[in-house]
């Protein structure tokens, strides 16, 4: 806490305590402000940077003058703290303060420690209370459902409407399209806000200790963990949600208990007899396909079917290109955030490659990409990221033209490397549009019969791009 950046409004009509408070506070290094009534306090609020108001209760005949000012402060400002003093202190006025928003309240005449004691506190109580709504916009920012396609605008709906029930969700999806995003989402948007969103990540579970770990220990048991505490995870998410992540690579025992524990909301911890009953949401996600896990036996079928009340399918990023250029945008905007000083820009070219690419690890992969990018070119103002600064996993080293007799472009006559080049353009911007023949004609420049006729030239199959 840089002390000579700090500025503390006093506040009282006799401008004698305003100076002996402010000579206190300067010698301990901060600046100060004074004001001898409410008039005086608020312009000086509304035009200086303050930090921290003491101010008194009994101003100018008024026994509630201090009381006002701390009222129109906190409707101002509400993350400055205000101390209240008073030279006629009781324990009524003392409480009206406390609920009208005061930070703490000191009787006059005070000691100097005391009051330099309540300002440190008020500032790191401050300071404290702006890092949190800081990370706290700084989470919503990142959890933020991003995409303009008719399947996330579906999820949307969808969740706005699950998001304030307590039904339990199974989220389906490839691996890195954003399934813990949106079991966040729910949590977030519901009444179990205030309490804990818990992970359970199956997948590194050990399978000797996955029961402990989700349904704790007794004390009497001779179990120990690092922390020294015997809190399964449903308990440590008692009236939050608890996520479980992969929830296929449970053992088949493990999901039985887990089954009972769901429609009881209760369980047994390891070594006891005595029930533990918790309010705990359920969100859960596997990439897989999960009736035939189900078929296969990896998955228990009442399992399945108590997980899936609300499910919720993810699609991969190729099957939304369509939100390709809004998520670009997006994770520029909070990487270059934490990563640089400069927004970097994608030329029409390398964003025309990113719709193509297949991005095998959907929008994880896309966020990686785009942060690299930034930690090797993100030090330079307005700098165009072409196709040639893309990563190797985008362009890749394949030869561009290959026919199917496996001859690279080199050994083709012109006219054939060129049919080979248009089909293979071609191609790509089907895929790009979905087979949309008036968009794809637009793009490429080409009246939509004669795009038609070149498709029919080169031997593609529009069917296989709807």
Same mark, same amino acid.
Not at 167 to 178: A, D, E, H, K, Y
Not at 206 to 228: A, C, H, M, T, Y
């Given at each position: 806490?840089?002390?000579?950046?700090?500025?503390?409004?006093?506040?009282?009509?006799?401008?004698?305590?305003?100076?002996?408070?402010?000579?206190?506070?300067?010698?301990?290094?901060?600046?100060?402000?004074?004001?001898?009534?409410?008039?005086?306090?608020?312009?000086?609020?509304?035009?200086?940077?303050?930090?921290?108001?003491?101010?008194?209760?009994?101003?100018?005949?008024?026994?509630?003058?201090?009381?006002?000012?701390?009222?129109?402060?906190?409707?101002?400002?509400?993350?400055?703290?205000?101390?209240?003093?008073?030279?006629?202190?009781?324990?009524?006025?003392?409480?009206?303060?406390?609920?009208?928003?005061?930070?703490?309240?000191? =009787?006059?005449?005070? &000691?100097?420690?005391?009051?330099?004691? @309540? #300002?440190? $506190?008020?500032?790191?109580?401050? !300071?404290? /209370?702006?890092?949190?709504? =800081?990370?706290?916009? &700084?989470?919503?920012?990142?959890?933020? @459902? #991003?995409? $303009?396609?008719?399947?996330?605008? !579906?999820? /949307?709906?969808?969740?706005?409407?699950?998001?304030?029930?307590?039904?339990?969700?199974?989220?389906?999806?490839?691996?890195?399209?954003?399934?813990?995003?949106?079991?966040?989402?729910?949590?977030?948007?519901?009444?179990?806000?205030?309490?804990?969103?818990?992970?359970?990540?199956?997948?590194?579970?050990?399978?000797?200790?996955?029961?402990?770990?989700?349904?704790?220990?007794?004390?009497?048991?001779?179990?120990?963990?690092?922390?020294?505490?015997?809190?399964?995870?449903?308990?440590?998410?008692?009236?939050?949600?608890?996520?479980?992540?992969?929830?296929?690579?449970?053992?088949?025992?493990?999901?039985?208990?887990?089954?009972?524990?769901?429609?009881?909301?209760?369980?047994?911890?390891?070594?006891?007899?005595?029930?533990?009953?918790?309010?705990?949401?359920?969100?859960?996600?596997?990439?897989?396909?999960?009736?035939?896990?189900?078929?296969?036996?990896?998955?228990?079928?009442?399992?399945?079917?108590?997980?899936?009340?609300?499910?919720?399918?993810?699609?991969?990023?190729?099957?939304?290109?369509?939100?390709?250029?809004?998520?670009?945008?997006?994770?520029?905007?909070?990487?270059?955030?934490?990563?640089?000083?400069?927004?970097?820009?994608?030329?029409?070219?390398?964003?025309?490659?990113?719709?193509?690419?297949?991005?095998?690890?959907?929008?994880?992969?896309?966020?990686?990409?785009?942060?690299?990018?930034?930690?090797?070119?993100?030090?330079?103002?307005?700098?165009?990221?072409?196709?040639?600064?893309?990563?190797?996993?985008?362009?890749?080293?394949?030869?561009?033209?290959?026919?199917?007799?496996?001859?690279?472009?080199?050994?083709?006559?012109?006219?054939?490397?060129?049919?080979?080049?248009?089909?293979?353009?071609?191609?790509?911007?089907?895929?790009?549009?979905?087979?949309?023949?008036?968009?794809?004609?637009?793009?490429?420049?080409?009246?939509?019969?004669?795009?038609?006729?070149?498709?029919?030239?080169?031997?593609?199959?529009?069917?296989?791009?709807?």
């Amino acid at each position: 806490m840089i002390k000579n950046k700090i500025s503390i409004l006093v506040i009282d009509d006799e401008n004698d305590i305003c100076e002996m408070v402010s000579e206190i506070l300067k010698d301990e290094g901060y600046k100060t402000e004074i004001a001898n009534n409410f008039d005086e306090a608020v312009h000086t609020i509304q035009n200086e940077n303050i930090s921290l108001i003491l101010t008194d209760i009994w101003m100018n005949n008024n026994t509630k003058a201090g009381l006002e000012v701390l009222s129109w402060s906190k409707e101002y400002n509400s993350s400055i703290p205000v101390i209240m003093m008073s030279g006629h202190g009781n324990i009524e006025t003392a409480m009206i303060a406390a609920k009208t928003g005061a930070f703490d309240f000191i =009787e006059k005449p005070f &000691k100097s420690e005391r009051l330099l004691f @309540l #300002v440190e $506190k008020a500032l790191n109580d401050r !300071n404290l /209370k702006i890092k949190i709504s =800081e990370f706290e916009a &700084k989470e919503n920012e990142r959890m933020e @459902l #991003v995409g $303009k396609s008719i399947a996330i605008k !579906n999820i /949307k709906s969808q969740l706005n409407k699950l998001s304030i029930s307590n039904s339990r969700v199974l989220i389906t999806g490839p691996s890195g399209s954003g399934k813990e995003l949106i079991a966040r989402w729910i949590h977030k948007k519901s009444h179990r806000d205030a309490f804990p969103f818990i992970i359970a990540s199956c997948a590194t579970l050990s399978p000797e200790r996955v029961e402990q770990v989700l349904f704790g220990w007794s004390d009497v048991s001779n179990i120990k963990n690092i922390n020294n505490s015997n809190l399964g995870l449903f308990e440590q998410a008692n009236h939050g949600t608890l996520f479980f992540d992969e929830i296929c690579d449970l053992p088949l025992q493990t999901q039985g208990k887990i089954v009972q524990a769901i429609q009881d909301q209760s369980f047994y911890k390891i070594g006891s007899n005595k029930k533990v009953h918790v309010d705990v949401r359920i969100v859960s996600a596997s990439n897989k396909d999960l009736l035939k896990s189900v078929e296969s036996g990896e998955l228990r079928e009442d399992l399945f079917y108590r997980l899936s009340v609300v499910p919720i399918e993810l699609p991969a990023l190729n099957k939304r290109v369509d939100d390709i250029n809004d998520l670009i945008e997006y994770f520029l905007r909070i990487l270059t955030k934490d990563l640089s000083s400069f927004k970097l820009n994608l030329s029409s070219e390398t964003r025309a490659i990113f719709q193509i690419y297949d991005w095998p690890g959907n929008v994880r992969q896309l966020k990686n990409i785009l942060e690299w990018l930034i930690i090797m070119y993100g030090n330079q103002k307005d700098f165009l990221i072409k196709p040639l600064h893309l990563p190797p996993e985008i362009l890749g080293y394949k030869p561009a033209i290959k026919n199917d007799s496996n001859l690279s472009e080199l050994e083709l006559s012109l006219k054939d490397a060129r049919k080979v080049f248009e089909a293979d353009y071609l191609k790509k911007q089907l895929i790009r549009f979905k087979g949309n023949i008036a968009r794809t004609s637009t793009f490429v420049g080409m009246d939509r019969s004669a795009l038609h006729r070149k498709i029919k030239e080169l031997k593609i199959n529009i069917n296989e791009y709807n």
